[in-house]
């Protein structure tokens, strides 16, 4: 019997859809929502209830940009810079949505980059 196997990409929306029916951004704590493609990351701060982004930043943006570290150095950059603004919004604690990607390499680091910015979660 042969077996069909999805695609990487189908089974990390998949596995980000079976996560966002438990978790969700309210007004005290906002969604902080991590994508991480081949050469980027982004982070936003969303407010579900409202259907708004508070805070926003990604490794184009020009502080980060013009680095030459790794990868995992541009995200710590963007998880301090996502905290800095999500704290000029008046956020202080998140709840964090991976977007089923792995807890580790990139996703990590922007994670705890943005818990010693400030953030809670």
Request: net charge positive.
């Amino acid at each position: 019997m042969k077996k069909i196997f999805a695609s990487r990409s189908a089974s990390r929306i998949k596995r980000h859809q079976r996560i966002r029916l438990r978790l969700s951004g309210t007004v005290e704590r906002p969604r902080l929502a991590v994508f991480r493609s081949l050469s980027h990351i982004y982070a936003q701060v969303i407010d579900d209830v409202a259907g708004k982004t508070l805070a926003a930043a990604s490794s184009l943006d020009a502080s980060v940009k013009g680095s030459t570290g790794t990868k995992s150095d541009d995200a710590k950059a963007v998880g301090r810079l996502v905290a800095e603004r999500a704290k000029a919004a008046g956020v202080d604690k998140v709840v964090f949505d991976r977007a089923g990607f792995q807890y580790h390499g990139r996703v990590r680091s922007l994670a705890e980059a943005a818990r010693e910015a400030g953030l809670d979660f």
